[in-house]
């Protein structure tokens, strides 16, 4: 079991950035792929950005590219997600999640554990 915690979200305005944390509870926390997810009220949600074991590998939403950066610092058990130039589409609700196994993972299918969530909002 992964118990994941994200923190960083709030209120920002447009062409502002946040930092977004995604605390993993599981020593083993480099045997996962990690991913961002976000969702706003009456859509699927979608993924934005993964993150392979060792970060080498990434993988961005296109409407995402350019301003989100995904890392993560292994030692801490935590994955990040800097988010640069926000847009008003950007307001979600963002879901940091875990996937067994190493390599990158686009397929939401294959996320076993999912954190809580935190509210982006950007004003115009």
């Known amino acids: 079991q992964v118990q994941l915690v994200e923190s960083g979200g709030g209120l920002v305005q447009a062409g502002g950035s946040l930092r977004l944390s995604c605390a993993a509870s599981?020593?083993?926390?480099?045997?996962?792929?990690m991913g961002w997810f976000r969702q706003t009220p009456g859509k699927e949600r979608d993924i934005v950005a993964a993150?392979?074991?060792?970060?080498?590998?990434?993988y961005y939403a296109d409407s995402v590219k350019g301003r989100f950066t995904i890392t993560r610092d292994n030692a801490k058990n935590t994955v990040y997600l800097q988010m640069n130039s926000l847009r008003p589409e950007d307001a979600a609700v963002y879901y940091c999640?875990?996937?067994?196994?190493?390599?990158?993972?686009?397929?939401?299918?294959?996320?076993?554990?999912w954190g809580q969530g935190t509210q982006v909002t950007v004003s115009s």
């Open positions: 999640a875990a996937a067994p196994g190493v390599g990158i993972e686009v397929r939401q299918y294959r996320y076993n554990y």
């Open positions: 599981r020593p083993t926390f480099n045997s996962y792929a």
């Open positions: 993150i392979g074991w060792s970060g080498g590998t990434t």
